[in-house]
């Protein structure tokens, strides 16, 4: 196992180990991978040591360390209200308090499973994923980020090292809600986060993100385009909750059917962006 | 894999400790099989069931996730360094007079879930009690003296006592 102490050093790591090398984070699920026999990795490169990674800044935007935990977002003061309070849901949902102080946000995006539940709310808020590699840094939107089921666009001898969060600017705000049986330890049926902007009671900008209803998070892109620069009424909610269904293709299995989810989309998109409207107009809900 | 094992250092119930691991050993299985600390319970190995709750620099955590070397130089705290060998810790207390262990597999990671959440809560309310113990599964289903126990422990816990 190797021990990096800085950004750099795991580069380094990973270049010379290539695609035998495994970065661990939280370990959440990489444990039950390596555990299951699933993933059986020459060398295992640990995060935990690199303190630059666990960085939350609020400054104009967030910019959100890859190894920040979901107990964070759950409980930093600065996610608590407005356009960030999604982003703090989606945190408070992941697994138990023993798994929340484990789990990345990094870890969540890599693992790149349809149902992470971090994945919405920074999808609704136009994150940028910062990524490091040997020829130094690039910057990818998070909507290009991840292509299937488990898979992103990072190299072998690459590491996401921040998830960069545009100022969403005043009166914007933000809401996640998921589906699931129970409410600890489960994984999302259907999950959706939004975000809206407002200026002179109109909607200037709008994000709904969908999980576990394609084989990736989706926006629902007509929705969006039916709220801009629209007075956000309950009627025009109802309507974008219809369309944003037209953006999930989900599948059935034993957590739910296709009707089921198709339906949950259209449920927790009109709750999700009546909340988000709300709290755009500076409400605590 | 390299099964070279790597030498480390942690605060292990505040006594310093070096231990050598393999390199992809969990913390709960060099606590239990190395330093003989048996209270940490493996249940599922998934971190769905809690039983192998401990406390890294003071948050509760599933230690069946967490590699050995994660914990390097930091500090773990088992339910065999919650209270003494003198005097129980206060929910330790409460669970005995409630009669709340049944079978008891789940017990000591319920009582380190409870102190990580009386720490950060010091009176919790029984709603926060019950999300404060959600990833800890007691197949006896006993939550209800639970409930009752951490919050008559809670309202003994001096504030800021961990
Ligand atoms: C009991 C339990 C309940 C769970 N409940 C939920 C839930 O409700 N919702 C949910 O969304 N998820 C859930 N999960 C899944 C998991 O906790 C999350 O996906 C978590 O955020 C993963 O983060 P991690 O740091 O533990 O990742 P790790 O396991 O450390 O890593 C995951 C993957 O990402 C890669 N990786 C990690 N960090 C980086 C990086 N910086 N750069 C490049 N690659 C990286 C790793 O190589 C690995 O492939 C649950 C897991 C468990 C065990």
């Known amino acids: 196992m190797i021990l990096p102490g800085s950004v750099k050093e795991c580069v380094q790591a990973l270049a010379e180990h290539g695609a035998a090398a495994k ?60 356009a960030y309070r999604g982003l703090a849901e989606s945190g408070a949902l992941v697994g138990s ?42 910057r990818v939107p998070l909507r290009d980020f991840i292509t299937g089921v488990r ?23 933000g809401a996640y809600l998921r589906h ?22 109109v909607c200037t900008k709008a994000r709904i993100a969908l999980a576990a209803v394609a084989p990736t998070p989706v926006h629902a892109r007509a929705a969006e385009r039916a709220l801009e620069g629209q007075a956000l009424t309950p009627q025009r909610i109802e309507e974008a909750a219809k369309l944003a269904v037209e953006a999930a293709r989900p599948i059935s299995d034993q957590r739910g059917s296709v009707e089921f989810r198709r339906h949950l989309v259209r449920v927790l998109t009109r709750r999700t962006l009546t909340t988000a409207l709300a709290r755009a107009n500076g409400g605590q809900a | 894999m390299n099964v070279r094992k790597q030498a480390m250092t942690l605060t292990l119930n505040d006594e310093l400790v070096e231990v050598l691991v ?64 003198d005097t129980l810790h206060p929910l330790q207390d409460a669970f005995v007079r409630h009669g709340v262990p049944q079978c008891g597999f789940c ?36 939550y209800t003296k639970m409930v009752t ?13 961990r």
């Open chain 1, 23 to 82: 970065l661990v984070a939280g370990g959440t699920d990489l444990l039950p991978q390596l555990k299951n026999h699933l993933l059986k990795p020459g060398v295992v490169v640990d995060l935990s040591g690199v303190a630059t990674l666990k960085k939350l800044t609020a400054d104009k935007g967030l910019r959100i360390g890859a190894a920040v935990t979901a107990r964070e977002l759950e409980r930093d003061g600065r996610l608590a209200t407005g």
């Open chain 1, 97 to 138: 308090v023993q798994v929340r102080h484990l789990a990345t946000v990094g870890g969540n995006i890599c693992n790149a499973a349809p149902s992470a539940d971090m994945i919405p709310p920074l999808l609704a808020l136009d994150a940028e994923a910062v990524i490091a590699g040997p020829r130094g840094e690039r």
């Open chain 1, 151 to 173: 898979t992103t666009v990072l190299g072998a001898d690459e590491l996401l090292v921040e998830l960069s969060v545009p100022d969403p600017g005043p009166h914007s705000g």
């Open chain 1, 180 to 201: 699931t049986p129970r409410r600890e330890l489960d994984i999302a049926v259907v999950g959706v986060g939004s975000q809206v902007t407002l200026a002179n009671g």
């Open chain 2, 22 to 85: 393999k390199p992809y050993e969990t913390l709960l299985d060099t606590l239990r099989e190395t330093l003989g600390l048996t209270g940490p319970k493996e249940g599922c190995g998934t971190g769905d069931c809690g039983a192998c709750t401990v406390h890294l620099d003071g948050k509760a955590v599933a230690s069946c996730l967490v590699l050995a070397l994660q914990a390097r130089n930091r500090q773990v705290r088992t339910i065999e360094g919650l209270g003494t060998d």
């Open chain 2, 107 to 142: 017990i000591p990671g319920v009582l380190m879930a409870a102190a990580a959440l009386l720490a950060e809560t010091p009176r919790p309310s029984d709603e926060e009690i019950r999300y404060g113990i959600a990833g800890n599964l007691c197949r006896c289903t006993g």
């Open chain 2, 149 to 161: 126990a951490i919050a008559e422990a809670a309202a003994a816990v001096p504030q800021g006592a």
